[in-house]
Nanobody, 115 residues
Framework: QVQLVESAGGLVQAGGSLSLSCAAS????????MGWYRQAPGKQREFVAS???????NYADSVKGRFTISRDNAKNTVYLQMNSLKPEDTAIYYC?????????WGQGTQVTVSS
């Protein structure tokens, strides 16, 4: 069993910054990929960024240069630093862990960017 607990999101003005974290616990030893997805109202959930436990990173084009994903393997925690936020970044952000062909999701945290 894997549990993912995300930090609280928040409300920020456009151009501001916000950081999210997600701590994983349970059966997560070995190779895994952790990442962030988001879902805006009326839209499908979309990929934001991911990072392997070896440090390989991927980003959605919409967040490249603004968001940075990192992880602390000792703490089984992944972070998302979001800078230069835009109103279109408003969404529920979900943490995801992918391991042994299974995906686990956090409960989601709201990020709202006001214009």
């Amino acid at each position: 069993q894997v549990q993912l607990v995300e930090s609280a999101g928040g409300l920020v003005q456009a151009g501001g910054s916000l950081s999210l974290s997600c701590a994983a616990s349970g059966s997560i030893s070995g190779t895994n990929t952790m990442g962030w997805y988001r879902q805006a109202p009326g839209k499908q959930r979309e990929f934001v960024a991911s990072i392997t436990n070896g440090g390989g990173r991927n980003y959605a084009d919409s967040v490249k240069g603004r968001f940075t994903i990192s992880r602390d393997n000792a703490k089984n925690t992944v972070y998302l630093q979001m800078n230069s936020l835009k109103p279109e970044d408003t969404a529920i952000y979900y943490c995801k862990l992918f391991r042994l062909d299974r995906a686990y999701w956090g409960q989601g945290t709201q990020v709202t960017v006001s214009s």
